[in-house]
T-cell receptor, first 115, second 114 residues
Framework: NAGVMQNPRHLVRRRGQEARLRCSPM?????VYWYRQLPEEGLKFMVY????????ESGMPKERFSAEFPKEGPSILRIQQVVRGDSAAYFC?????????????FGEGSRLTVL | AQSVAQPEDQVNVAEGNPLTVKCTYS??????LFWYVQYPNRGLQFLLK??????LVKGSYGFEAEFNKSQTSFHLKKPSALVSDSALYFC????????????FGAGTRLFVKA
């Protein structure tokens, strides 16, 4: 059973470009979470999605950031017009349906560097 | 609102000695508590969790944690540290009010010296 797959593992963008980060949850998992980890800091919750629904986006910046989890295909975190402050590791995690007592399963992360 | 505090940025311990990594939390309902470990340039790995029942929970790699409701704490412990335990440790909390959002502490870096 493959784990949570994130790609790309490393992404370099210039200021003003767009970054797209992809996450395929574990097989059978229908809940996806995105977290951001700044250097030497903890994980900050960004968004929680189920298939075709955004459930909680309280941690997402109001501008330039968006997330989706379509019926088919991976979840995508999209950052438009990136700025240097967006440089961070972005982690995706998944969990099974209807188990809010369960732990999260994390991917290896996508490390975004904005030049 | 949920919150987690890890009061120590770093913990240093000699190999073979016991280790403790501290965590306190705040939630509206009953807490679901978790510990994760992160090695350099890797994702987080689940270590153990407290949902209900026995206050002392055992997890992977010989780690255990004690839930203390009156002190709202969930400290991570290991009787005998290994150099390979050196990593970044995160405490996390979710509550039982139906939400799925897990909140993480800032992390504690553990250094185990040979």
């Amino acid at each position: 059973n493959a784990g949570v797959m994130q790609n790309p593992r490393h992404l370099v963008r210039r200021r003003g470009q767009e970054a797209r980060l992809r996450c395929s949850p574990m097989k059978g998992h229908s809940h996806v979470y995105w977290y951001r980890q700044l250097p030497e800091e903890g994980l900050k919750f960004m968004v929680y999605l189920q298939k075709e629904n955004i459930i909680d986006e309280s941690g997402m910046p109001k501008e330039r950031f968006s997330a989706e989890f379509p019926k088919e295909g991976p979840s995508i975190l999209r950052i438009q017009q990136v700025v240097r402050g967006d440089s961070a590791a972005y982690f995706c995690a998944s969990s099974p349906r209807d188990r809010n007592t369960g732990e999260l399963f994390f991917g290896e992360g996508s490390r975004l560097t904005v030049l | 609102a949920q919150s987690v505090a890890q009061p120590e940025d770093q913990v240093n311990v000699a190999e073979g000695n016991p280790l403790t990594v501290k965590c306190t939390y705040s939630v509206s309902g009953n807490p679901y508590l978790f510990w994760y470990v992160q090695y350099p340039n890797r994702g987080l790995q689940f270590l153990l969790k407290y949902i209900t029942g026995d206050n002392l929970v055992k997890g992977s790699y010989g780690f255990e944690a004690e839930f203390n409701k009156s002190q709202t704490s969930f400290h991570l412990k290991k009787p005998s540290a290994l150099v390979s335990d050196s990593a970044l440790y995160f405490c996390a909390v979710r509550d039982d009010t139906g939400g799925f959002k897990t909140i993480f502490g800032a992390g504690t870096r553990l250094f185990v010296k040979a």
